[in-house]
């Protein structure tokens, strides 16, 4: 779908109009309509932990999905209008059922799960494809009609594809680029469901090291394998000659300097080209302690077929302008602000640290958390319901109450990573105190090394408070998160020392805001959560 550069313009004049309150037919000033036309964004687009990004575009609407390891639904689906600014709109694995271990049931799934994965869409079925391998074991393939779902299982195929990229050729034939170092081709059958023949293209030169985080695209005719060196380039293959090559060689970037202060190098991203015909680059910039996070830069290609990222300062650019798209037909949900947790289920900007006990919490009025485990370890408590944390800094605010709490009973926020902290309440002799717990820590497997320390206490007021984490996620050294509650809502009183959020990349996933109940002694308590507040300077 090509657009002329007369309506683009149009289209932008009535977004002004429609911004500053004229007649949605009114033609601008010109000095407005410049200003509109020159209009920038700026990196990161959003700046929450979403990784190995895939992006597609669909008529005048733009998907990307992420990697969520073990947190639970899975691979969300982000939506925008003008590739700037995004919303969650669903997630394609509805619940991580690959085993035991991600229901923390005799096992755990930390750093497994959602890998790097792909999306795509088919015109010919209109269907939605989310496709990646679980554990190096297999590959799994979930379909849906709309980017919100309902989300479905079509097949699993008994390759596991790693870091694949899925592409539907024009002719409508399903390919999946994937491999570390070494890539392969393999292509589905029509209906998707599984592997007519699989070859090796491609062999990375030991020059180069490892590639890896396949994309797959067909543009004017050349077959390209877009391909990370983790984590600070990015190099592409092409072919001529058919998705299964010979392939050749040309690197994209390599220790390029990224547009966050202290963060590294855009990579292990997706191309994709707007309605009137300009190509970006969606990457992601690793910036612990927050994770992963999205920057976007325009791409030209060179008369011989290769991509080229525009740079700023011989830099990715912090800012550029704003791709040139149609009117966006509404504003996008925002990733930050207050929930109050109405409606029938869970808003897409929450998801769980593993599979939930879903007879063990309810929406509607409030959140309600009920024990779901016997613990006194967090990292194995069931129902723990994450949020991402806003960078460069944000603050959480929940408002609990604690009435029906039970003795042993541990509640409240965490920021939660394999090294944590928390505020909340601990239910002792029918006594409730309000706490700071640090020191709740993980090895580099993943198991538990520490269960926490009590760092500081005050007298629970009442039957409800407020909690608070502020988080200072600026990347390149670790940074402090700090806790607070209040009895009114309004004066908030510091509880404990500050909290060091570590900004090492092994867990992949960046630190979360955490809401948690979990029993020390006997199921049957309850907390309430009525309000959460995700919020900026």
């Known amino acids: 779908m090509e657009m002329s550069w007369t309506h683009q313009e149009l289209s932008r004049r009535r977004a002004l109009a429609a911004a500053t309150g004229l007649a949605a037919g009114a033609l601008l ?14 990196n990161p687009v959003i700046w929450q932990d979403f990784a190995d990004i895939d992006v597609i575009r669909v008529g005048d609407t733009y998907y990307a999905s992420a990697s969520t390891m073990h947190y639970s639904p899975g691979a969300p689906v982000l939506r925008s209008y003008d590739l700037v600014n995004w919303e969650i709109a669903g997630h ?8 035991a271990k991600y229901d923390l049931n005799g096992a755990r799934g930390y750093v497994r799960g959602i890998w790097a994965s792909s999306l795509a869409y088919r015109p010919s079925n209109r269907t939605f494809y989310w496709l990646g391998q679980i554990d190096f074991a297999r590959t799994y393939v979930y379909t849906a009609t709309a980017a919100e779902g309902p989300w479905n299982r079509l097949t699993t195929i008994s390759t596991p594809y790693y870091d694949a990229g899925l592409l539907v050729d024009s002719d409508d034939t399903l390919y999946v680029a994937y491999g570390n170092t070494t890539i392969s081709v393999a292509q589905l059958s029509p209906d998707g469901r599984t592997q007519v023949r699989t070859q090796q293209v491609f062999t990375t030169p030991a020059s180069v090291g490892t590639l890896e985080g396949s994309r797959f695209y067909k543009i004017n005719g050349q077959y390209y394998i877009f391909l990370t060196r983790p984590a600070n380039g990015q ?13 050749t060689m040309r690197q994209v970037l390599l220790d390029l300097p990224g547009p966050i202060p202290g963060g590294g190098v855009p990579h292990q991203g997706g191309l994709v080209q707007t309605q009137s015909g300009a190509w970006y680059y969606l990457a992601f910039v690793d910036a612990y302690p927050g994770g992963r996070v999205p920057a976007l830069a325009p791409v030209t290609w060179t008369s011989d077929g290769w991509p080229v990222v525009q740079l700023v300062g011989g830099a990715w650019g912090t800012s550029y302008p704003s791709p040139a798209v149609p009117t966006p037909p509404r504003q996008v949900t925002p990733m930050t602000g207050v929930d109050t947790f109405d409606g029938t289920t869970l808003k897409p900007r929450w998801e769980w640290n593993h599979n939930p006990d879903n007879t063990k919490w309810a929406v509607g009025n409030g959140l309600t958390l009920r024990t779901a485990t016997v613990t006194n370890d967090l990292y194995w408590a069931r129902n723990t319901l994450t949020h991402r944390i806003q960078g460069p800094t944000s603050t959480a605010t929940v408002l609990l109450d604690h009435s029906a709490m039970r003795d042993g009973d541990r509640a409240g926020l965490a ?16 006594t409730t105190r309000l706490v700071m717990v640090n020191g709740l ?4 497997n993943w198991n538990t090394t520490g269960t926490g320390t009590e760092a500081a206490s005050a007298p629970a007021p009442g039957n409800r408070v407020w909690l608070r984490a502020s988080a200072d996620i600026r990347p390149g050294s670790a940074r402090p998160g700090t806790f607070s509650y209040s009895t009114d809502g309004t004066t908030f009183t510091r509880l404990g020392p500050a909290f060091s959020m570590g900004n090492d990349w092994r867990f992949f996933m960046g630190y979360r805001f955490a809401l948690f109940n979990h029993a020390t002694q006997a199921l049957g308590g309850a907390v309430r959560v009525t309000r959460f507040d995700l919020s900026t300077p």
């Open 92 to 99: 394609s694995v509805p619940t991580l059922d690959f085993g």
């Open 235 to 247: 190099y592409i293959l092409k072919s001529s000659a058919g998705p299964f090559g010979p392939y």
């Open 415 to 430: 920021l939660l990573r394999d090294s944590s902290a928390w505020i909340g309440l601990k239910r002792n002799g029918g």
């Open 441 to 444: 820590t993980m090895d580099g």
């Open 29 to 42: 000033p010109t000095a407005q309509a410049s200003a509109q036309a020159a209009a920038t964004f700026t």
